[in-house]
């Protein structure tokens, strides 16, 4: 059988606690690969690479035409650097708190991360027009794109039809629906996903002032949106959820096994995670400060997927253009590390800091954060002051629900034991004598004693020793 080993993040070389999963943070923030196989594919190669890149650049640099247009020439200086900062933050960045499929996927995760942080960096430093002529230039289409600010949501809310239900089912709803399996896939509580899917839906209602998509009829909000698409895709992911800590994971290596198709069975399932475990994000037997990092994780959610909003109503794009997309999507792949590093940050008392990627993907949201405000002064200026109060207290209130009533579902589920009826006196004679019975019973069942009687003429010396008794010589 071959030999299989354990890897580790380059950066993570030298340390005292590299390669030791049982450091708190260590298996979080660079998880050790266990059980490799195929070392191949686990090796740095960083000379190899680095002959790669410069053939490639090379090549580059001496076969393109540079002078035919400046904007291909832009084009292509953003992909290369883009591809060799992938290429760094393979050789450099952490592991996370995944390895499968490959580590090097989740380090280039989180050097995107990276570089849409910087990215917001450089943009928060210019003035509108700049940011509005790069997504022009970036997409011409968007030079006349605007708003439309006359079209009305959320009108004759009282004529419910059947076709008019059926023409909400677009693949909104279907976004809705898988959005929210991925959501339960990351985050794993009931509670948790039940309060942040009303807490959105009332964010939703108190923001659709400055917002006009926002406004939905009753039956849009309630029964499609919170009951319908959010609860079935909550109720989908937590069934996956079941079904993985459920699952017995034995992992076999790729060269034991014979045939092809069992071959290209393995391959397949190392896109399935290593393991699964399910998350407790509330304990009884927690202080104050569980509660206070669980509602800062709900507002935290809350303020990215409101930011998605923000930024294309201030920098007018539809929402299925790329770059909308993508920034979705990144979020999508980045939220599942960075929710693992936090939930073990704030469950782990040992556990003394929060993950590289959690820190880049917070750093994220209130840069965004940031942007929004900045550029969204005039849009703001309308905001309701009471409304914003309400929001505010509504987030709370439901956070604070939310916690206490999973927390009493858990306690029912897990620590609901019924209290000893009192006995009367007659009750505990009975019960004494009862006891006294059972056990002169069991005594009699026992055999008695034989005695063994040496033969005659045996010294009783040797008798003992013969019983493995040791005496004194």
């Given at each position: 059988m071959a030999e299989r080993k354990r890897s580790q993040s380059q950066c993570s070389?030298?340390?005292?606690?590299?390669?030791?999963?049982?450091?708190?943070?260590?298996?979080?923030?660079?998880?050790?690969?266990?059980?490799?196989?195929l070392e191949f594919f686990y090796k740095p190669h960083t000379l190899l690479l680095m002959f790669v890149c410069v053939v490639c650049l090379t090549y580059t640099a001496f076969t393109r035409?540079?002078?035919?247009?400046?904007?291909?020439?832009?084009?292509?200086?953003?992909?290369?650097?883009?591809?060799?900062?992938?290429?760094?933050?393979?050789?450099?960045?952490?592991?996370?708190?995944?390895?499968?499929?490959?580590?090097?996927?989740?380090?280039?995760?989180?050097?995107?991360?990276i570089m849409y942080l910087l990215l917001l960096q450089f943009l928060i430093h210019q003035d509108y027009d700049t940011i509005r002529a790069a997504i022009v230039w970036l997409d011409p289409k968007m030079a006349n794109y605007t708003i439309d600010s006359e079209k009305e949501y959320g009108v004759e809310c009282w004529d419910i039809t059947w076709t008019r239900l059926y023409a909400h089912l677009?693949?909104?709803?279907?976004?809705?629906?898988?959005?929210?399996?991925?959501?339960?896939?990351?985050?794993r509580h009931y509670g948790l996903l039940w309060s942040v899917s009303i807490m959105w839906e009332l964010t939703e209602m108190v923001f659709g002032h400055l917002l006009p998509n926002f406004y939905e009829c009753w039956w849009d909000n309630l029964v499609l949106d919170v009951l319908v698409c959010n609860g079935l895709g909550i109720f989908t992911g937590m069934q996956v959820c079941k079904f993985l800590e459920m699952r017995e994971f034995k992992w076999e290596s790729i060269k034991n096994i014979s045939g092809a198709g069992g071959k290209f069975k393995r391959a397949l399932l190392q896109f399935?995670?290593?393991?699964?475990?399910?998350?407790?994000?509330?304990?009884?037997?927690?202080?104050?400060?569980?509660?206070?990092?669980?509602?800062?994780?709900?507002?935290?959610?809350?303020?990215v997927e409101l930011n998605?909003?923000?930024?294309?109503?201030?920098?007018?794009?539809?929402?299925?253009?790329p770059i909308c997309v993508f920034r979705i999507l990144l979020f999508g792949v980045i939220s599942a590390p960075s929710t693992r590093q936090y939930y073990t940050y704030v469950t782990d008392p040992k556990c003394k800091r929060v993950g590289t990627q959690c820190w880049v993907f917070i750093m994220v949201g209130f840069s965004e954060l940031i942007l929004v405000l900045k550029f969204g002064l005039e849009l703001f200026s309308q905001t309701q002051i009471s409304k914003m109060m309400l929001w505010l207290a509504l987030n709370i209130i439901v956070s604070c629900g939310g916690v206490y009533v999973s927390m009493e579902i858990y306690k029912w589920r897990h620590h609901a034991i019924e209290k000893p009826k009192e006995m009367s006196a007659e009750d505990k004679v009975k019960k004494f004598l009862e006891t006294s019975l059972a056990d002169e019973e069991e005594d009699q069942e026992v055999f008695p004693r034989v005695s063994r009687t040496p033969p005659q003429g045996t010294p009783v010396k040797q008798e003992v020793r013969q019983r493995n008794v040791k005496l004194p010589a």
């Open positions: 070389e030298g340390s005292e606690h590299g390669s030791d999963a049982s450091n708190h943070f260590v298996s979080i923030n660079e998880r050790p690969v266990d059980d490799i196989s035409d540079e002078t035919k247009n400046w904007h291909d020439n832009v084009y292509n200086g953003l992909i290369g650097v883009t591809i060799l900062f992938m290429i760094i933050s393979i050789l450099t960045l952490p592991n996370g708190p995944f390895t499968r499929p490959h580590p090097s996927i989740w380090r280039c995760i989180l050097g995107l991360s677009d693949w909104f709803a279907f976004g809705h629906y898988w959005g929210w399996g991925m959501k339960a896939l990351i985050i399935t995670p290593e393991s699964f475990t399910h998350n407790r994000w509330l304990d009884p037997n927690s202080g104050y400060m569980r509660l206070i990092a669980v509602i800062q994780f709900m507002l935290i959610w809350q303020m998605t909003f923000f930024i294309k109503h201030i920098f007018p794009m539809p929402a299925e253009h």
